[in-house]
């Protein structure tokens, strides 16, 4: 009797030892140490800033993002003021933008305030402290957001973003050539001169089809498609510093032309763009703090409670709703 235990015990132990490999795979995977985020495992990457002639290895600094640059670095404080100035046979058009970062210590979750305003009389902060976030227009008072939803974050690579999005429109045709050593606020720097660079051609990605709606494309949707698809640069000058420790570009001063041609259906225009941006206080706590006054967070909205208030309706709290629903008359026969 025991003899058969015995090889049955004996049998499973041999199919224990005998374990499917993709389940020892899953098993290591499930139970290893979790990788680090993204922007910190980006902000690892050893770059050659001495070698950035080379056209990937230019793009791959022109796209460090704000996060990725407070990891690299530490805090600091970013500023950028863009121009904009629109000319065709309507007239033209100027908008001057200026935008601020003050990165506080701790990476991609420290603290952080942003800033933006244009010409225009527009506007937004943004400051975040503690993981708490806080946001208002330009004239309007703070108001907390607890439920965020990665607003906050994408608010920061917006206000860092300004080389990105110029390099963007120039159909990241920015160019980097005539390294030469420097120095930028005590530290060790590669000066580069920025030009336009030869159009390249870029993968095309299969898209589905722009749904089109019923009544046709509005004016202001038709120009803006007409620049996208039809903008031609046609210079871009200027120059970066890039720290030679970190491959954080610490200044830029760009100035670019580029046209939208004449079409049957549109005028064409040209655009002047400049840029001016710099990172300063590399290294200081900016000791950033809540704002002393700002709106709280709410579950409920207060908007229709407030038009009752307005208009004299009493508010009932939950005694009196009890109350009044005992008093409803019965309708069962």
């Not at 570009?249 to 079409?263: I, Q, T």
């Not at 706590?285 to 407030?306: H, S």
Request: proline share 8%; aromatic share 4%.
């Amino acid at each position: 009797m025991l003899r058969p235990i015995a090889l049955a015990l004996a049998g499973a132990a041999l199919l224990l030892s005998c374990a499917d490999p993709v389940d020892k795979a899953a098993k290591k995977r499930i139970f290893s140490p979790e990788d680090p985020p993204k922007v910190v495992a980006s902000a690892a990457e050893a770059l050659a800033a001495a070698e950035l002639d080379d056209v990937q290895a230019a793009r791959r600094v022109l796209s460090i993002g704000a996060a990725e640059a407070t990891e690299r670095i530490g805090p600091h404080r970013y500023t950028a003021s863009l121009g904009f100035s629109w000319s065709g046979k309507n007239g033209s058009v100027d908008l001057k933008e200026t935008r601020a970062l003050t990165a506080g210590p701790g990476g991609v979750n420290g603290d952080f305030h942003a800033v933006l305003t244009n010409s225009g009389d527009q506007g937004l902060e943004v400051l975040r402290v503690g993981g708490t976030v806080y946001a208002k227009s330009r004239y309007g008072k703070y108001r907390q957001r607890l439920r965020d939803r990665g607003m906050a974050e994408r608010e920061r690579e917006e206000v860092y973003g300004a080389l990105r999005e110029v390099n963007a429109l120039f159909k990241r045709r920015l160019s980097l050539s005539s390294a030469a050593p420097a120095e930028y606020q005590g530290r060790k720097v590669w000066r580069y001169a920025a030009k336009l660079g030869p159009e390249a051609a870029e993968a095309e990605v299969a898209l589905p089809p722009v749904p089109q709606p019923k009544d046709g494309v509005d004016p202001s949707t038709q120009r803006r498609r007409a620049f996208d698809e039809r903008r031609q640069p046609l210079s871009l000058d200027g120059s970066l510093l890039v720290d030679d420790q970190t491959g954080v570009v610490l200044s830029a001063k760009l100035d670019g032309r580029m046209k939208v041609p004449d079409a049957p259906d549109l005028p064409g225009a040209e655009l002047r763009i400049s840029l001016a941006s710099s990172l300063s206080d590399i290294g200081v706590d900016p000791r950033l703090q809540a704002p002393k006054e700002f709106v709280p967070d709410a579950d409920k909205p207060q908007g229709i409670a407030d038009a009752l208030d307005r208009f004299g309706i009493p508010r009932r709290d939950n005694a009196d709703a009890g109350t009044a629903s005992e008093e409803e008359p019965d309708d069962s026969p």
